[in-house]
């Protein structure tokens, strides 16, 4: 299994943008998962002390 920041670097140069979603909603797991983070493609909301970094597509 991989691990976040491993998947960081793996995708560091990706610069496909994400499609065929609305939203991502980031949780806990447990048997009552508490949401960590609601991101959608312009906007996002998180709980105290995690912070979300847009990547922007650019254009060659």
Do not use: H, W
Not at 6 to 16: D, V, Y
Not at 19 to 24: C, W
């Amino acid at each position: 299994m991989r691990t976040v920041k491993e998947f960081e670097k793996a995708t560091n140069k990706c610069q496909k943008p994400m499609s065929d979603y609305s939203r991502i909603i980031v949780e806990t797991d447990e048997k009552n998962p508490k949401i960590l983070a609601v991101i959608t493609d312009d906007d996002c909301e998180t709980i105290e002390g995690l912070r979300v970094r847009f990547m922007p597509v650019y254009k060659n």
